[in-house]
């Protein structure tokens, strides 16, 4: 499938400095498809987005929509001619206009018959023709944003881009109003780039994930990619929560060891032994049990409803302690000081790839004996 969105080494600089908003930025975005970019506050992902839409011009690279260049070279399309809708952080809903007229003003290309019919087709799909003699000052949050979302997506538009749509809601609006959205974009087929800094956000919406950092795509790929395999240790730290441990590479049969000891059938390792390496353990790892291997003193706890986050001191085998983040059943209490018994679910720990670029250890020599059984954390 051809991608209707394609940038190639997108660069973008801002002056005084020059800061690189954008650094070497490649990313595909297929019909379709809803993606996500993921990061925090000043790297560079909003940057990314007006690109796209032509607000700013690239200093390199090249920005194609809907298979034709838009921006590269001696190449510049202005916004209004690259078949974008985009909804913006505040909606940007003129106030004097009701919503049929903020939803028909972007269909001033068309007969103004034409362009009404449109304009209560799209409202009905998103459940707005009971409003739409109201104003925007007359509409809830949730209201205001399907609005904006209608009129972006009335002149079909090659993809919609949306900036932080959801951060103005109230929380209880905010999962259902995301849902609304996702679930009409869905309907008609529209493909949607988001931007966004809430994980839960990125990962409950999305097809893919592009996580940024510093002006830089660290890594593409599903939720579920993301979050069980990060490809960096920002990744693994950005998105949810994860314990970092250092280790090495033990044998070929994806078994890693660490001073908690030895993950054996770890995802994602694959690398020569003796390679060392980060281990990304998901807090969802743990379980507590009679039996488990890892030994330990619960430090703290924070009650979420759906589980209890336990900071947890585990003796590691060169006898000193070091500090996990937990989740463990929200069905009975626990107390400071508690001893605890945990073992690991191997799907849930990950050898972080890119990890061993930056470690600085050396390991022992690959192939000095296996894990006896009592040191395998995840189970047989």
Not at 94 to 114: A, S
Not at 339 to 367: D, H, M, W, Y
Request: proline letters at 6%; charged letters at 25%; hydrophobic letters at 40%.
């Amino acid at each position: 499938m051809n991608p209707v969105i394609s940038l190639r080494g997108v660069r973008k600089r801002f002056w005084p400095g020059p800061v690189e908003a954008v650094s070497d930025v490649s990313l595909e975005v297929r019909e379709g498809e809803i993606l996500t970019l993921l990061g925090p506050s000043g790297c560079g992902k909003t940057t990314t987005l007006r690109l796209i839409a032509g607000f700013e011009v690239p200093d390199e690279g090249t920005v194609e929509v809907g298979s034709r260049v838009v921006a590269g070279g001696d190449r510049w399309v202005p916004p209004e001619q690259r078949g974008v809708g985009m909804v913006f952080q505040d909606y940007a809903l003129f106030p004097h206009l009701t919503v049929e007229e903020n939803v028909l003003f972007g269909l001033n290309r068309i007969p103004r018959r034409e362009g009404r019919e449109r304009t209560r087709q799209v409202l009905k799909t998103l459940d707005l023709t009971p409003l739409l003699r109201r104003y925007p000052h007359e509409l809830s949050g949730g209201q205001q944003q399907r609005v904006a979302l209608a009129r972006a997506i009335a002149p079909e538009p090659v993809v919609v881009l949306m900036d932080e749509p959801f951060s103005n809601l109230d929380a209880h609006l905010r999962e259902s109003v995301r849902d609304e959205v996702v679930g009409t974009l869905r309907k008609a087929g529209v493909t949607c780039i988001f931007v966004s800094h809430d994980q839960r956000d990125a990962l409950a919406i999305s097809d893919r994930v592009a996580v940024m950092n510093r002006g830089r795509i660290e890594q593409v790929g599903t939720p579920w990619e993301i979050y069980k395999h990060p490809e960096s240790v920002f990744v693994a730290t950005f998105v949810g929560r994860t314990n970092l441990l250092q280790g090495f590479v033990k044998n070929d049969h994806g078994c890693v060891q660490t001073d908690c000891g030895a993950f054996c059938r770890v995802e994602g390792s694959g690398l020569p032994q003796g390679t060392p390496v980060m281990v990304s353990v998901r807090p969802d790892a743990f379980q507590a049990c009679d039996d488990g291997v890892l030994t330990g003193e619960i430090l703290a706890t924070k009650y979420t409803g759906a589980h209890v986050e336990a900071t947890v001191a585990i003796e590691t085998e060169n006898e000193e302690r070091t500090r996990l983040v937990v989740h463990l059943p929200a069905t009975r209490s626990y107390v400071v000081g508690e001893p605890v018994c945990l073992k690991i679910v191997s799907e849930f720990a990950s050898v972080v790839r890119n990890s061993c670029q930056t470690l600085g250890f050396s390991s022992p020599a690959a192939g000095e004996g296996e894990p006896a059984e009592s040191e395998v954390l995840a189970p047989k």
